[in-house]
């Protein structure tokens, strides 16, 4: 380390005793510290580590900033994500690698001199703040060729861009496990490599065979053998798609061993499935409710009971998330509406909800907030926080069932 | 890393390459005294309750290589504690006579 006019011993000297300070009130070992010769304050970036992030890193796992130019940045661990945002000090941040604690310091009988070196100083850091991802593009990118079948694929709506997984991390700003565990929500599929969704109308299809094929052979009863299912189903629907829709509309069962009765006893070393009545039936409110919007509730629930399968019963509580049910207006009526296609941030769902309808209770709104939800925040914690500042006002009427919010008795909340 | 408060000379510090900053003690019970120009600075060691990571940009990767066009860092330090410093005036006369 080249330093000119290195400072001595009797430099330090003077000035302690022009500072009146004593050699026996100090260790032996100044510092004396001067500016680097290549003094670079552009070429490092602060980052404060959230501890999250530090395990991370420790642990050799990747860390990525992620965002296209019009995005804010963003860092993801592989399971975590998190706001970058820039602060800024008043006070002049002297980066110096090489300098010694007091506690580190050996202390030699005669007084010593160590140089050392500051090579930035810094104004400015970067600082984190965990965040949930940004999921919206997902949906809308995954949705821009959605999978209808093979025959389909070659076909002029289907020239869309289909995308790798590395591909949509790339474009998404969330964590691995984040978009992975999103992918799987969204009931996407991998076909080919690229993650797509399957367009409604196609996975209508497929049900419609699926259902028929399980009316003919009684298995809404018996369960699904899964290898028998396939070996018919795949000459009409890649195989891969059938699996998927099996996993999502129905469930892995074990055969109950010693039954009395041979004929409905099934085998023990095959596979089965059985459909799930809620997500089923939820899958034919889904078809109807997409097809007029809005409905006039009694009809709609006629309607929709008899287009279940036989055996299977429909319920309102298996239309959470998919649909508005408006029992203020005469007559009655039911409209579709997913929480997928809701603003990601809290304001702005609240604003959107609200325009919608005036009034909410806690059942209603919860399954349009509660995807929002954190470990720090729940629903309840989400409504107080934005209507803090706002005049609500509290019905107490007996509304749509026992709904009491634990924090204060109100059913309803009115934005005015 | 030293923080310090008020602006002192750091604040041009290109013209200042290679100058001299000031002098860093260490008390027995390790209470870092620091001394710039006119100034003794008492400070304390303050353990960050978030480190800093030092980031350097790495080197650009050549187009036939994998991972070709992104950028990377790589955190060379944590910084896990700092000399934090108030300034209290004191000054420190320069020409006292050497006592003889």
Redesign the interface.
């Known amino acids: 380390m080249?330093?000119?006019?290195k400072?001595t011993l009797d430099e330090?000297d003077?000035?302690?005793?022009?500072?009146k300070?004593g050699r026996d009130?100090?260790?032996s070992?100044?510092?004396?510290?001067?500016?680097?010769?290549?003094?670079d304050?552009e070429?490092?970036?602060?980052?404060?580590?959230?501890?999250a992030v530090?395990t991370a890193?420790e642990n050799g796992e990747r860390v990525i900033i992620r965002g296209d130019k019009e995005d804010s940045a963003v860092l993801c661990t592989e399971s975590e994500t998190f706001e970058v945002k820039l602060g800024e000090v008043s006070?002049?941040?002297?980066?110096?690698?090489d300098?010694t604690?007091?506690?580190e310091?050996t202390d030699t009988l005669l007084p010593s001199i160590q140089y050392?070196q500051?090579n930035s100083?810094m104004h400015t850091?970067y600082?984190l703040r965990k965040m949930k991802p940004r999921l919206q593009k997902l949906r809308s990118l995954l949705e821009e060729n959605p999978y209808a079948g093979q025959a389909a694929e070659g076909d002029v709506d289907h020239q869309g861009t289909k995308y790798t997984f590395n591909e949509l991390l790339n474009l998404v700003q969330g964590s691995e496990r984040e978009i992975k565990i999103a992918l799987e929500k969204m009931q996407a599929i991998v076909i080919d490599g690229y993650w797509r969704v399957l367009d409604f109308d196609f996975l209508v299809q497929v049900m419609s065979h699926l259902l028929q094929l399980c009316d003919e052979n009684s298995w809404l009863d018996q369960g699904i053998p899964i290898q028998e299912c396939l070996s018919v189903l795949q000459d009409i629907f890649p195989r891969t798609v059938i699996e998927h829709v099996l996993k999502n509309f129905a469930d892995k069962i074990t055969p109950a061993t010693g039954k009395d009765d041979d004929e409905k006893h099934m085998q023990i070393d095959i596979d089965y499935y059985r459909l799930n009545e809620d997500k089923v039936c939820r899958f034919f409110a889904e078809q109807i409710l997409k097809h007029a919007r809005k409905f006039n509730l009694s009809q709609f629930l006629s309607t929709w009971e008899k287009s279940v399968p036989d055996g299977m019963k429909t319920s309102v509580s298996q239309l959470e998330g998919i649909a508005l049910i408006d029992r203020d207006s005469n007559p009655e009526v039911i409209s579709y509406m997913t929480v997928d296609t809701l603003p990601e941030e809290i304001s702005e769902r609240f604003n959107h909800l609200f325009r919608i309808r005036e009034k909410w209770s806690l059942p209603e709104i919860t399954p349009y907030i509660k995807d929002l939800t954190t470990d720090k925040m729940d629903v309840t914690a989400m409504l107080t926080k934005s209507f803090k500042n706002t005049q609500y006002w509290f019905s107490s009427g007996n509304g749509l069932g026992d709904c009491f919010c634990n924090l204060k008795d109100f059913d309803a909340i009115v934005l005015i | 890393?030293?923080?310090?408060?008020?602006?002192?000379e750091?604040r041009n510090?290109?013209p200042?390459?290679?100058?001299?900053?000031?002098?860093?003690?260490?008390?027995?019970k390790?209470?870092?005294?620091l001394?710039i120009g006119h100034h003794?600075l008492y400070g304390k060691?303050v353990t960050l309750e978030?480190?800093?990571?030092?980031?350097?940009?790495d080197a650009e990767v050549t187009d036939r290589a994998p991972g070709a066009g992104q950028t990377s860092?790589t955190?060379?330090?944590?910084?896990r504690?700092?000399?934090l410093f108030k300034t209290r005036p004191?000054p420190?006369?320069?020409n006292?006579p050497?006592k003889v």
Do not use: W
């Open positions: 080249e330093i000119v006019n400072r330090i003077s000035v302690l005793e022009f500072a300070l009130e100090i260790k070992v100044t510092q004396s510290i001067y500016f680097s010769e290549q003094l304050s070429g490092i970036k602060l980052l404060e580590l959230d501890t530090l890193l006070n002049a941040l002297l980066i110096v690698p300098m604690l007091g506690s310091l050392q500051v100083v850091f600082e | 890393m030293i923080e310090l408060q008020g602006t002192l750091t510090p290109i200042f390459s290679g100058r001299f900053i000031g002098d860093l003690h260490f008390t027995h390790d209470v870092p005294i001394i003794i060691v978030k480190p800093y990571g030092i980031l350097v940009k860092y955190i060379r330090a944590v910084i504690k700092k000399l004191k420190i006369i320069a006292v050497k």
